[in-house]
């Protein structure tokens, strides 16, 4: 019996959303080291476990951690959310054209809202 089937009455489920609650740069990723000399072994691992959304979610989230000169002693939270844009452009597309693909950033502050290019940082 697993745990939440024995304690599922005491488990309570909350969506927390997004815009609220936001998380270190890179978490939810990770990273595999494969020791073996074999190069197509090594490419179906990849592949299999690449999934192009989450990698440009870190990229974005380390660009950002970068450009305000954090580290893992910075206070710094990220909410990244991969959207495709152009004709045809969905999460279901087989194929991804990097064109199509846009950053833009949010920032909060105590000051208010403010979006922007991340070039405008």
Do not use: W
Not at 25 to 37: F, L, P
Not at 90 to 96: A, D, F, R, V
Request: glycine share 8%.
């Amino acid at each position: 019996m697993n745990l939440f089937a024995k304690y599922s009455d005491a488990v309570y489920i909350l969506p927390l959303p997004r815009c609220r609650y936001q998380y270190a740069v890179g978490q939810g990723a990770i990273a595999v080291t494969c020791r073996t000399r074999a190069h197509c072994l090594k490419l179906r691992l990849r592949n299999t476990l690449h999934h192009l959304p989450t990698a440009y979610a870190c990229v974005a989230e380390r660009a950002l951690l970068h450009q305000l000169q954090g580290g893992c002693q910075a206070p710094i939270s990220v909410s990244t959310k991969y959207v495709v844009c152009g004709e045809g452009g969905g999460l279901s597309s087989p194929t991804i054209d990097e064109d199509m693909a846009r950053c833009s950033c949010h920032r909060k502050s105590l000051l208010g809202f403010q979006s922007t290019q991340p070039d405008q940082l």
